[in-house]
């Protein structure tokens, strides 16, 4: 089965402006996770969702941060207007199950705001 | 706040010897912990889970879990270059999210 696909890989952008993370999780996973991982510090997690519902978004850190999974499919994560502290690595992952852990990561999207 | 705590290392080990990897957690309530790894620019990959107190093996790996003293161990045995990686200790937090260490880095030399 193929992965969990995120794009872009690398996004480089202007403090202010607007960049829209994208992630399609393992076909028939209805369970989509997104994580962060900020330079020196753990992964993060920032919201879940099961299908297309928002199943828990304790994480998210502020209203700058917009993630959306319409239809039960693929999901994006909006920043806008991005800061600097925004900068790091995004994950998104996905299971099949709600109560598996062992999730499956993809391989990320490195923001970095300048 | 609960936190899992890693040694960041890094951690060297020559070909064929033990790697031991540690990680404490503060919730005591905590009944599940999950070893990822991940190699450089790559997306983390689960290796091992542990529920139980005691030992848990899987090939080279081993996971260690002693509730009582709120630590979990990943052992690898017959250390290779290919072990290079960064491992990551994690546990269930609130709701449904999971809870990381920072992780620590492995370097096996040949």
């Known amino acids: 089965e193929a992965g969990v696909t995120q794009f872009p890989s690398h996004s480089v952008i202007e403090k202010g402006q607007t960049v829209t993370l994208r992630c399609d999780p393992i076909s028939g996973h209805d369970n989509l996770y997104w994580y962060r991982r900020v330079m020196g510090k753990e992964i993060k997690f920032l919201l879940h969702f099961v299908k297309e519902s928002k199943q828990d978004e304790s994480g998210m850190p502020n209203n700058r941060f917009l993630a959306e999974r319409t239809g039960g499919t693929y999901s994006t994560l909006k920043v806008q207007p991005a800061e600097l502290e925004d900068s790091g690595v995004y994950f998104c992952a996905s299971s099949r199950d709600i109560a598996n852990y062992g999730y499956t990561f993809g391989s990320g999207t490195r923001l970095t705001v300048v | ?110």
Request: proline share 5%; charged share 15%; hydrophobic share 30%.
């Open chain 2, 1 to 110: 706040q609960k936190e899992v705590e890693q040694n960041s290392g890094p951690l060297s080990v020559p070909e064929g010897a033990i790697a031991s990897l540690n990680c404490t957690y503060s919730d005591r309530g905590s009944q599940s912990f999950f070893w990822y790894r991940q190699y450089s620019g790559k997306s983390p990959e689960l290796i091992m889970f542990i529920y139980s107190n005691g030992d848990k093996e899987d090939g080279r790996f081993t996971a260690q879990l002693n509730k009582a003293s709120q630590y979990v161990s990943l052992l690898i045995r017959d250390s290779q270059p290919s072990d290079s990686a960064t491992y990551l200790c994690a546990a269930p937090g609130a709701g449904t999210a999971l809870i990381f260490g920072k992780g620590t880095t492995l370097s096996v030399s040949s």
